[in-house]
């Protein structure tokens, strides 16, 4: 977690929901414009695990994940 994330959310992150699942990010992160380290990821992320669908709003990362499949 960021050291400067608000209060609220260290203390749900001290206490995740039996639903929310962590994973380590991995991958070759050449393939991306200039994009925001959360955008990346998420792409890296649902590459590794093969995810059907990806949400994300900002266009440049949505030009990008389509260029990744």
Same mark, same amino acid.
């Given at each position: 977690m960021a050291r400067d994330a608000p209060e609220i959310v260290g203390n749900f &992150? +001290? *206490?995740? =929901? &039996?639903w929310v699942?962590? $994973? @380590?990010?991995r991958g070759d992160a050449s393939f991306c414009v =200039? #994009? $925001? /380290?959360? @955008?990346t990821e998420a792409i +890296? #992320? &649902?590459k590794t695990l093969r995810a059907d669908a990806l +949400?994300?709003? @900002?266009?440049?990362? /949505?030009? *990008? &994940? /389509?260029g990744q499949g």
């Open positions: &992150a +001290l *206490t995740l =929901p &039996a699942q962590l $994973h @380590e990010v =200039p #994009l $925001h /380290r959360g @955008e +890296l #992320l &649902a +949400l994300m709003d @900002e266009l440049d990362g /949505r030009v *990008t &994940a /389509r």
